[in-house]
């Protein structure tokens, strides 16, 4: 029987200062420019190069195998950081093997020209990202104190739209050469994570606490926390699908080849991700101030995923341009709600503080959990219809609409 644990931390941690928030941002943002990039578009390309003709289902099978090895290595990085956080470094250690590997695996996707070396690639980033994720993702509740975990919190939800933003920028329209964008990716990555790295190196996490060495799932018993979960896991996964095969939905069901003839697919792709990135950025922080003034979080959050839905929608049933543009314009306003207040929620509807870094690296396995369900999903969706792209678009509006009502029934959240 699974039971709750409302024990809570009795050594109160000390106040962060602003160098170490724009550090630890800083860190997660060159965590997140290592992969989102990738997914939205050097993988599509190394798909379609590998086999033009299967590119979609290469691009699947691909993900499908990283998504899956992301949940493991994320469940396997959390229990290994959680017993050796005591060391001298502590997690700072996995941080770096992390960083290290990432930069491995990059030259492995170069080296790539079959589907086979093409999934050992991904599986192997995966390892060496989640191993520099999760100690990230462990620094909220053990370095920062419960009033400033919403704030910071708010600043690291920027992540994934500011590296979505390098990603159409540098890779879709500045960069053309598959190695300079790879090396870009690279370089980009270390040059951010490395100085939160030798920030923190010297001290280990002693203000964890004992080290548990149990293994507790004590959270999946809490209602509030399995709607978080299911709500997170359903919006990311629309999320996901809209990033993996927007490059190929332009170039397959669109006429933007017609209406923008002397234009590269992938800038088209770019110039949409950095219209959607910067309402996202905008949207987010709106967002997220608001929430702290009306105390409204649920609302949205559930604004954010319906804006999610309707930009899906939209895609689907508006493919001729300029209907993708508007479509990803709705798509990047729900993502920049969605995404940073429910970062702040999630760290409100914790069952436990004591546990906070378990439990957080528990919900995150939802967003690994997307990256799997994504592709899943779409390939039932081609296997049904063949190659039509706009069935995918409709299954992740109706993914986004589900996720986002879930919110609406918690309990300890307003």
Known sequence: MLRLDTTQTTTPLPAVRPGFVAAYMAAQVGAYIAFIPLLTILLPLKAAAIDPAGRAEVLSQAALWGAMTAG?????????????RHWPGGRSLWLIGGLIGTVL????????????????????????????????????????????????????????????????????????????????????????VLPFITAIIRTTAHHAGRIDRSVSLSALADRDFLLAFASRLLVQTAVAMNVLYLLF??????????????????????????????????????????????????????AGAALLAAGALLMAIAPQWPGPLVAQAAFGIGVGLYGITEAVLAAEVLPSTRDAGRDLGLLNVASTGAQMLAPSVALAALSWVGEDLQLVYLAGSALALMGGSLVLALRRVH
Do not use: C, K
């Open 72 to 84: 493991l290595a994320g469940v396997v990085a959390g229990m290994i950081g959680d017993r050796t």
């Open 105 to 192: 695996s990059y030259g492995l996707i170069y080296q790539a020209s079959t589907l086979t070396s093409l999934i050992a690639a991904i599986v192997a980033l995966q390892i060496s990202l989640n191993f520099m994720l999760n100690p990230l993702a462990a620094v909220l509740p053990e370095r920062v104190p419960a009033h400033q975990r919403g704030m910071v919190a708010g600043f690291t939800g920027l992540a994934y739209p500011l590296s979505n933003l390098f990603g159409a920028v540098v890779i879709g329209l500045w960069l053309t050469a598959e190695t300079d964008r790879l090396v870009a990716v690279v370089a980009v990555t270390v040059a951010m």
């Open 249 to 302: 939905f332009l170039d397959q069901e669109t006429n933007v080849a017609r209406v923008l003839p002397s234009v590269r697919i992938e800038v088209v792709a770019g110039g949409l991700l950095i219209v959607s990135t910067a309402l996202a950025v905008v949207a987010g922080l709106v967002g997220g101030r608001l929430s702290d003034r009306i105390g409204q979080r649920r609302r949205i959050v559930f």
